[in-house]
């Protein structure tokens, strides 16, 4: 048996190292098998009453599309500070570099696959992929922990024109 070496940051052994052969110094990344699923956290969705969707339309103005297909992603106003930021740069467990935005809600996006707490980059919360709803392009992740919002890659993301934003 190959002796492996579990992924630094993850808290479970789904990605783990593995020497390529014994006379080499370099690994590969490998799959290991799946530990039983977690049951989902409970989400509770609260329908907002007529008064309060009309309220909100006015608060929120500034549009934040999806910079491959100008679908609506969120709002300028729903920026918000995670970990004493809004803006955080990140990489991936492939080396990959994000910069991300943290946002109260996201409702342009398609949240994809169940929530991993693997390599999170905010301890203590969950992440699920977000795709845009009506492209499908990666534009970042959900996380729900002590609390719930969006990291959305800032450069997949483009403010709305003035006559978009009349014609919303």
């Not at 110094?25 to 009453?49: D, I, M, N, T, Y």
Request: charged share 15%.
């Amino acid at each position: 048996m190959i002796p492996t070496i579990p992924f630094p940051h993850s808290s479970s052994p789904a990605l783990q190292l593995s020497p390529i052969a014994p006379w080499t110094r370099g690994f590969h990344l490998f799959e290991a098998p799946q530990p039983p699923e977690s049951p989902p956290l409970p989400v509770k969705v609260v329908e907002k009453a007529p008064q309060q969707r009309h309220q909100h339309d006015r608060t929120f103005k500034k549009q934040l599309l999806c910079a491959a297909c100008s679908h609506h992603i969120t709002f300028e106003e729903a920026r918000i500070e995670v970990n004493g930021a809004h803006d955080h740069t990140f990489f991936n467990p492939l080396g990959i570099v994000y910069q991300v935005g943290c946002f109260s809600m996201a409702g342009g996006c398609s949240l994809v696959g169940p929530a991993s707490d693997d390599f999170s980059w905010f301890p203590g919360y969950r992440w699920q992929i977000a795709h845009c709803g009506a492209c499908g392009v990666h534009l970042g992740w959900s996380f729900v922990g002590g609390g719930f919002f969006f990291a959305l890659i800032t450069s997949r993301l483009v403010e709305a024109s003035t006559s978009e934003e009349k014609g919303a």
